[in-house]
Structure formats: C-alpha cells, structure tokens
C-alpha cells in the first residue's frame, strides 16, 4: 500500500506518531492521537461532500479538541473528580504539541492593534468586521475568547 498523498503533512504526522505510540505501549498517546485522527476524519466528511484537508485545517480540528479537553478538565475538577481531570489534562498535552505556539499577550494586542487599524474600528460595533481580519491571522494560536476579549477590550478604550 503507497502513501497515500491526500493526506495533509500534519495527519501523516499523527498517524506515524500514532503508529510510534502503539509500539511504545503508550495507551494515553495512541488512544489521543486515534480520537484526533477520528476528528480529522470526520470533518473531511462532513457538509455535502468529502474534501481533502489542509494543515490549517487539522489545526483547526485539534484546536477543538484541546478546548474539549480544556473544559472537561476544568469540569472534573469542579466535580472533585481529580484522576478524570487528570486524563482529560493528559490529553491535551499530546494535542497541544501539534498545535502552533500560542501569542503572548502582547503579540495579541499588536495583532488586534493593527486589525483596528486596517479596519477604522472605532467602536464595540465594528467587532465583528475587526475579527473577520484577526480571525486568519491568528489561526489556532489563540483561543477565541482571548481573542474576542482583546478586541472588546481595545475598541472600549
């Protein structure tokens, strides 16, 4: 069986991680990668027709889930559940190294700094026409209510 060449270079990356993690024995890993590799699969399936996916948009898929894994940790620890916390932390660990660099929040500020001003925002109404310039810029290297609060923030001042 060749390589298959559809595939973005970020999910043949998980699948020789996951491939490397099952000869470890590393059950956290293989099990994590396998759960991104269904994410990946199932958002080149999804709407009307399959499409091949780009690395932006595995970044984008594994984005969500580390959000999942973020909240459900946060959840469990209100739950006083600790050891599900936990795993769920364990998680995201292997999902965030796939993930680019997050911004400081001074790389933020510069970033929505310079959208406003491309843009003229010059009030809370303009948010949306500054975040549809931010929101490619930042492409996974923020959460988006980061993101939404900096804005917020700066079109109050």
Do not use: C, F, W
Not at 23 to 34: F, N, Y
Not at 100 to 123: C, F, H, K, N, R
């Amino acid at each position: 069986m060749g390589e298959d060449v559809s595939m973005s270079s970020l999910e043949q990356q998980l699948h020789a991680d996951l491939t490397d993690s099952i000869r470890a024995r590393d059950e956290v890993r293989s099990s994590t990668l396998r759960m991104a590799l269904t994410a990946v699969k199932n958002e080149a399936v999804s709407g009307d027709s399959a499409r091949e996916l780009t690395d932006a948009d595995v970044i984008t898929v594994l984005g969500r889930e580390a959000k999942k894994r973020r909240e459900a940790a946060t959840a469990y620890d209100d739950a006083a559940r600790p050891e599900l916390a936990a795993r769920e932390r364990a998680e995201l660990e292997v999902l965030v190294a796939y993930l680019p660099a997050q911004l400081t929040d001074d790389e933020l500020t510069a970033l929505v700094a310079d959208a406003i001003a491309e843009t003229g925002a010059d009030s809370p109404k303009a948010m949306g026409s500054v975040m549809k310039v931010l929101t490619p810029r930042i492409a996974g290297r923020a959460d988006g209510g980061r993101v939404s609060a900096a804005v917020k923030a700066a079109l109050s001042n």
